[in-house]
């Protein structure tokens, strides 16, 4: 079966520092991999996704994420947050088998203080 | 293009009453998910609908169903409802089966 873990439940950092969101996943078969962010009170919205191909995929809005296989690992990266950063970002992995099942992880809050 | 849409936005009911939630997908996509948002217990897949047939569902009980329109909007109907139901209750849609969910902003459903 697969799961997914978000090793930080809270990441509190300073404006215009870099920050990292860490996700691991356990599966024994091929997955596709996202990261989705909520903010307060709204639903989920698509950051980005590895579906296949290069191991680095970015979002429009400076967020990067990359791929690593052997770690079974797809930590979120942005090299410099904004106080609008400030919501929960959650890690899912969907196999690629056909489940339609998204499995997430019990997400990060991302806390942007001035 | 229109997102995913939810109706109602927040649902009040008492515990044994029945809730039905709704959700219009985004024009084209013929797949639709719901997945249960409770706190303390994370997002949990319920149920998966495409081209009208239920296709997979998650670890919930029987009292948890839905249904899919020829439109394929779809509407999820919890039964009996129970205190531990109280959650925000997603809505995704995907162009086929294998693709990209996109999510509706929820409904938020209290149970007294």
């Known amino acids: 079966a697969q799961s997914v873990t978000q090793l930080d439940s809270q990441v509190p950092v300073f404006e215009e520092a870099p920050v990292e969101l860490r996700c691991n996943y356990s599966?024994?078969?091929?997955?596709?991999l996202f990261w989705y962010v909520q903010y307060p009170n709204q639903g989920l919205q698509l950051l980005l996704k590895?579906?296949?191909?290069?191991?680095l995929v970015e979002s429009i809005n400076g967020f990067e994420a990359e791929f690593n296989k052997s770690q079974t690992s797809f930590h979120l990266r942005k090299p410099s947050v904004h106080i609008s950063d400030t919501a929960e970002y959650f890690c899912a992995v969907s196999p690629s088998s056909n489940t339609g099942k998204l499995i997430f992880g019990q997400g990060t809050t991302l806390q942007v203080k001035p | 293009e229109a997102g995913v849409t939810q109706s109602p936005t927040h649902l009040i009911k008492t515990r044994g009453q029945q809730a039905t939630l709704r959700c219009s997908p985004i024009s084209g996509h013929t797949s639709v998910y719901w997945y249960q948002q409770a706190l303390g217990l994370g997002l949990q897949f319920l149920l998966w609908y495409d081209e009208g047939e239920e296709r997979n569902r998650g670890n919930f009980p029987p009292r948890f169903s839905g249904r899919q329109f020829p439109n394929y909007s779809s509407e999820l109907n919890v039964n009996a409802l129970e205190l531990e139901d109280s959650a925000l209750y997603l809505c995704?849609?995907?162009?086929?089966?294998?693709?990209?969910?996109?999510f509706g902003p929820g409904t938020r459903l209290t149970v007294l």
């Open positions: 599966s024994s078969v091929s997955v596709y």
């Open positions: 590895y579906l296949s191909g290069s191991t």
């Open positions: 995704a849609s995907s162009r086929g089966q294998s693709d990209t969910q996109y």
